[in-house]
């Protein structure tokens, strides 16, 4: 039970920082895909819900991966047979930020991407090249080693927002975001 209760606390700690950011409209963050179309967050994709995954260090890179598999299989993977038109129909964007000094590697991550990516995925990874303060502002991002994620409604305001690696308890408050 012990456990439980540190739990609890920690996670209630990592949300206390992003109560700011509810309800406040996503900053615009134009951004391209692996093939160089251009994205512009959160114009493009308004109309539904979205989930985005901010990461701006190679440090948050580790914690970042342990949200593919369980967002993909959640979000993205469409469900056939008996189960089809079951699934969510979300948005979902992984988005490495490349800002100062680190813009320039930008062209080399994308060429390591399409080397090493699956391209079943490439629709849903977009790189951000700029600068960071606007976002680091309206975002409250305050730790560069972990990745950030926000819940857009259709409208593109920030629903929910949570950081770190992944735990189940962080996937159920996201879908819970979605489905209100």
């Known amino acids: 039970m012990k456990k439980y209760g540190i739990l609890i606390v920690w996670l209630a700690t990592c949300q206390i920082g992003f109560t700011q950011v509810i309800g406040k409209q996503f900053p615009e963050m134009k951004t391209e895909t692996i093939d160089d179309k251009k994205v512009v967050l959160p114009q493009d994709s308004k109309g539904k819900y979205t989930l985005l995954g901010l990461a ?14 369980p967002v993909f299989s959640k979000f993205v993977h469409k469900v056939s047979g008996m189960m089809e038109g079951l699934g969510y129909d979300v948005n979902v964007y992984f988005v490495p930020m490349f800002t100062g000094v680190n813009a320039a590697a930008a062209g080399t991550a994308k060429r390591k991407a399409l080397k090493n990516v699956d391209p079943q995925l490439f629709p849903y990874i977009l790189f951000y090249k700029g600068e960071l303060k606007t976002y680091k502002e309206a975002l409250d991002f305050e730790r560069r080693d972990i990745p950030y994620f926000f819940v857009l409604d259709p409208q593109g305001k920030i629903v929910h927002a949570t950081s770190g690696a992944y735990i189940d308890a962080k996937m159920d408050a996201i879908e819970e975001a979605i489905q209100d």
């Open 56 to 69: 701006y260090s190679k440090k948050s890179e580790a914690e970042l991966n342990t949200w593919f598999n």
